[in-house]
């Protein structure tokens, strides 16, 4: 029997460089399965356009998309839609993606993207593709709501495969004569449409829909398995090579961070000043952001990331996150009541409020914004 294998997008991860390098991982991957068309997530320009297209050419992605383009261009990033043949029947595939989704990327230069209204777009591509194909495909990077919306205002779409969604659609469900289909986000599911065309005009006639939850329940294949171990191998090295530039060669084993929550037992309204703080969101501004796992970040983004017992990945120093009071005191073992512990503080901000990280600082205004 023909298959035709589609994906609706994201196949990304998050903006940072441990997750770009499992990203190149999964590509080289994905490259194996004879997938026919993938649609255009924001995840899938975190790492930037050029990533994109290094991971295209390598693995042979079939990325496509009708209504992003380069604003230094004017031009579409990828192919307008993708032709596929099979068991002859003529399909067209596009992919549209919701303008409400910031696209947002790690890559210098200031790359900057114009994402097109999609029913516009669409109702210009697709008689266009109808001219051509015999089943027209949309992979919709749109989530639930806007892909209804979409199919009920353009017309000529047999067949929604609905990306950025968290729900699957487990039963037959037929919107204005187009077939919904849906499997959810990351992987954790897979969708099985078996789809009777009549071969004179690619009309589809009956469908019979399938979601498989990949759990344990599944067996892994052996070959994959084999990969994904001897990756995993190769993921825990670079993350080590990556931390190994901010050696713990600070401190002392024998010393201790307490945390801030320590500090407020005694010193309530000292506390109560830090977190009205943006030392307090230190973390949270990361993880916003999807940097909360980069060394370059977390060494000014914690407490103690490269003295001895300082923040970690992992419990109990997880418990570091944000720029508490040892961040600039020193060890809570090494609390001094003789002023030094007080003033070694001052002259700790300029560490990471240096000329490339904060090239707007000045003591005596910053000060204000944590006086105490």
């Known amino acids: 029997m023909p298959v035709l294998q589609v994906d609706g997008g994201d196949l990304f991860g998050r903006r940072n460089k441990n997750e770009r390098h499992q990203s190149e991982f999964l590509c080289k991957i994905c490259g194996t399965f004879g997938i026919d068309a993938i649609g255009l997530g924001e995840q899938d320009l975190n790492f930037g356009l050029a990533f994109l297209e290094q991971m295209i050419e390598e693995h042979g992605l079939p990325f496509t998309n009708a209504n992003v383009k380069s604003l230094g261009t004017g031009a579409l990033i990828l192919p307008e839609y993708l032709v596929v043949e099979r068991g002859g029947i003529t399909f067209g595939i596009v992919s549209v993606m919701d303008p409400a989704q910031k696209i947002i990327t790690m890559a210098s230069g200031g790359e900057e993207f114009e994402v097109l209204e999609p029913v516009a777009v669409l109702r210009e591509v697709v008689p266009r593709m109808r001219d051509k194909v015999d089943t027209v495909i949309l992979l919709g990077h749109l989530g639930d709501a806007l892909t209804d919306q979409v199919i009920k205002e353009v017309q ?51 469908v019979s829909t399938k979601v498989t939850g990949l759990d344990d329940t599944i067996p892994d294949d052996p070959e994959i398995l084999a990969k994904v171990e001897e990756y995993k191998v190769s993921l825990t090295e670079f993350k080590e090579a990556r931390r190994s530039a901010y050696p713990r060669i600070y401190g002392s084993k024998e010393e201790d961070f307490i945390g801030d929550r320590s500090c407020k037992s005694c010193h309530e309204d000292v506390w109560q000043a830090y977190a009205k703080s943006g030392h307090m969101q230190a973390y949270n501004s990361l993880r916003v952001q999807g940097q909360h796992f980069e060394p370059d970040c977390l060494v000014c983004h914690t407490t103690g990331f490269q003295y001895e017992n300082g923040y970690a990945d992992d419990a109990p120093y997880n418990r570091l996150i944000n720029v508490q009071c040892e961040a600039c005191h020193g060890y809570g073992t090494q609390h001094a009541r003789d002023g030094k512990w007080a003033a070694q503080a001052k002259d700790s901000c300029v560490i990471c409020h240096d000329q490339e990280n904060s090239p707007e600082f000045d003591y005596a205004s910053y000060w204000d914004r944590i006086k105490h």
């Open 156 to 206: 000529g779409i047999d067949i929604s495969v609905t990306g950025h969604t968290y729900r699957n659609i487990t039963t037959e469900r037929v919107l204005d004569d187009t077939i919904m289909l849906s499997s959810a986000y990351e992987g954790r599911y897979i969708g099985k449409a078996d789809l009777f065309i009549d071969e004179t005009n690619g009309k589809i006639m009956a």
